[in-house]
């Protein structure tokens, strides 16, 4: 007897312990990077390290529905978690330092953090699929 309750809780416990794990979220966004620093020195886009290119500039703020200058913007396609941005001046200076929280959600969201000088960041559409970042300093 005590063994068949002992085995049972065993069984409860590990059920219950797996029912808590979350699945990770694979989710992937079109992100679009851009500055609107206008006439300064270009800047480059590094993410987790890895220079990814040169920033495009832009006047006025992109969203997800102006696709002809969204196509413009530096894309990545980004799944969903924490990654860390730079925008470097040639001498390697960094002008802007942010870390961008890319998640799925229904309701979209936005940010306006910076560790250096400026991000602002938009997520909208269908599970955030789209990202628009805009660093500046």
Do not use: W
Request: charged letters at 20%.
């Amino acid at each position: 007897m005590k063994k068949n309750v002992f085995t049972f809780l065993a069984v409860l416990a590990t059920v219950f312990i797996f029912s808590q794990c979350q699945k990770e979220d694979e989710a992937m966004h079109e992100t679009h990077f851009y500055t609107s620093m206008v006439n300064t020195e270009p800047l480059t886009l590094v993410v987790d390290g890895q220079t990814i290119g040169t920033l495009p500039t832009f006047n006025t703020p992109l969203t997800c529905d102006n696709s002809k200058e969204k196509q413009m913007a530096l894309k990545m396609n980004l799944k969903s978690g924490k990654y860390k941005l730079q925008a470097k001046d040639s001498l390697g200076v960094v002008r802007s330092g942010a870390t961008l929280k890319v998640f799925e959600s229904s309701g979209g969201g936005n940010s306006n953090l910076g560790e250096t000088g400026g991000m602002e960041a938009s997520m909208s559409g269908s599970g955030n699929s789209c990202v628009i970042v805009n660093l500046f300093y």
